[in-house]
């Protein structure tokens, strides 16, 4: 399977170009999209789930026309937005039947196994019964992801699902993703490193409307050998140091003093000591380079 992006822009009445000429190829697996707030991440998606249309650009799954057949689109999509609706007082199981109905699965026993199936994918089997308005933020995730396996999608998107899920909640989550992410797209959205860092076999960072970069977490890593520095110093001396180094990433200690991580091609200097670099680091290299030559400036 392969979902090819090309040269779409979407400028919003406001003025904000949330996507700027972006052109872009996903192939089968997990595909991480990385970016602080207002990136335009949720545009992006919005536009391949075609609920907004682009200003310009074109957009294809494996010779589905996406802007121009929404309808065979929407038949392989499986959409998580980022904010779903109220559920009424029904259990997970009754609900997904009644979703399944809706999809018009009408046969009871072939029901059945697509909803049993859904609930042990997403490990909400043994709450079954529970009424979906009672779950947790992170079960109701879940049962998201329940409702849009029930047709059995090529594509699911899912947009910043980790938000606001504590971290038990938000790695029972992830693992879900793990499962299902093999022989579809998959692309998920995030603004958290550490979600893309071990699940995502593809990732592209963005901001500004733009694809900054797009790699394998791993290549993306590998960038970096060589080129990553640490050193402790006071919290005070943060400032000095900014001047001095190109320092990408800072960490409080509890005693007052500061990791600080500084991307250089040589070693700045006897008192730091090479790091490997982290995916992390990768994100906060980017989007300084971003920042420093922007495309639209
Ligand atoms: P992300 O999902 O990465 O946070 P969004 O796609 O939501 O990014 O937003 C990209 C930019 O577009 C932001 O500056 C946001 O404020 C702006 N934006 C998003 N939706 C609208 C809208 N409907 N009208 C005007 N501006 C919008």
Redesign the pocket.
Known sequence: MKLTLSNLSKT???G?K?LDDVSIEIESGMFGLL????????????TIATLQAPDSGSADLDGIDILNDKQSLRKVLGYLPQQFGVYPNMSAEALLHYFARLKGIGDREQRNEIVNTALEVTNLFNVKNKNVAGYSGGMKQRFGIAQLLLNDPKLIIV??PTAGLDPSERHRFLNVLREIGTNHIVIF?T?IVDDVKELCTDLAI?NG?RILSHHTPKKAVETLKGKIWALTIDRDELEKHEGMYNVISSNFNQDNTLNIRVMSETRPGDEFSEKVPELEDVYFVTLQNDEKEPANA
């Open positions: 919003y009445k406001n904000v949330a970016g602080p707030n207002g990136a335009g991440k949720s545009t992006l998606m919005r947009d910043e959205s603004h963005m409307g």
